[in-house]
């Protein structure tokens, strides 16, 4: 079973409140726990915290575990998103065009810099099938970064202003 709990306290304590949450949750205020999270519990699959609904904002994963103190992230998670599967063998399959259309290349690993797998400046799509990535708008995994995990998939970079920024990318590891 998969359960990311969030205690308003450190050390697991919830004196004003805390929340289990089982599935992937785009916004936080739905639990009424927007911004309140100062410690964690993370059961089965790794978990990626945000510090803005709908998985935007700073990120980082979470495995399994207790963490009593979070101090990058204290009060600031915004949205909770489950990495089904967990983190080994990544995979994700990159297109040319939207809607999955167009040349597409499928990686297993980092890719400090995309043009080496003859797309640069071409990517306009992708679906994750296994595994979390971090997708980034520069070489050697700089610039803006984006957070995407098996199911996740994005018809159409225009959208999200991405649209042939995708310049690196790698899988989240342990």
């Given at each position: 079973m998969n359960r990311i709990e969030l205690f308003d306290d450190p050390n697991f304590k919830?004196?004003?409140?805390?929340?289990?949450?089982?599935?992937?949750?785009?916004?936080?205020?739905v639990h009424s726990f927007m911004n309140r999270a100062s410690s964690m519990r993370v059961t089965g699959d790794?978990?990626?915290?945000f510090t803005e609904i709908n998985y935007g904002g700073d990120f980082e994963m979470y495995e399994e575990g207790k963490h009593a103190v979070i101090p990058e992230f204290h009060n600031k998670i915004?949205?909770?998103k489950v990495i089904r599967g967990g983190l080994s063998t990544p995979k994700i399959n990159l297109y040319v065009d939207k809607d999955y259309k167009g040349a597409m290349t499928t990686?297993?690993?980092?890719?400090?810099?995309?043009?080496?797998s003859g797309m640069d400046n071409?990517?306009?799509?992708?679906?994750?099938e296994s595994g979390a990535w971090i997708l980034y708008d520069k070489?050697?995994?700089?610039?803006?970064?984006?957070?995407?995990?098996?199911?996740?998939?994005?018809p159409n970079y225009a959208t999200i202003q991405w649209d042939d920024?995708?310049?690196s990318l790698k899988p989240f590891t342990s």
């Amino acid at each position: 079973m998969n359960r990311i709990e969030l205690f308003d306290d450190p050390n697991f304590k919830g004196i004003n409140g805390a929340i289990s949450v089982r599935e992937s949750t785009p916004d936080l205020t739905v639990h009424s726990f927007m911004n309140r999270a100062s410690s964690m519990r993370v059961t089965g699959d790794p978990w990626i915290v945000f510090t803005e609904i709908n998985y935007g904002g700073d990120f980082e994963m979470y495995e399994e575990g207790k963490h009593a103190v979070i101090p990058e992230f204290h009060n600031k998670i915004a949205s909770v998103k489950v990495i089904r599967g967990g983190l080994s063998t990544p995979k994700i399959n990159l297109y040319v065009d939207k809607d999955y259309k167009g040349a597409m290349t499928t990686l297993l690993d980092a890719q400090p810099i995309i043009s080496s797998s003859g797309m640069d400046n071409k990517i306009s799509s992708h679906k994750v099938e296994s595994g979390a990535w971090i997708l980034y708008d520069k070489e050697h995994y700089q610039g803006n970064m984006m957070a995407a995990v098996a199911g996740d998939s994005v018809p159409n970079y225009a959208t999200i202003q991405w649209d042939d920024k995708l310049k690196s990318l790698k899988p989240f590891t342990s």
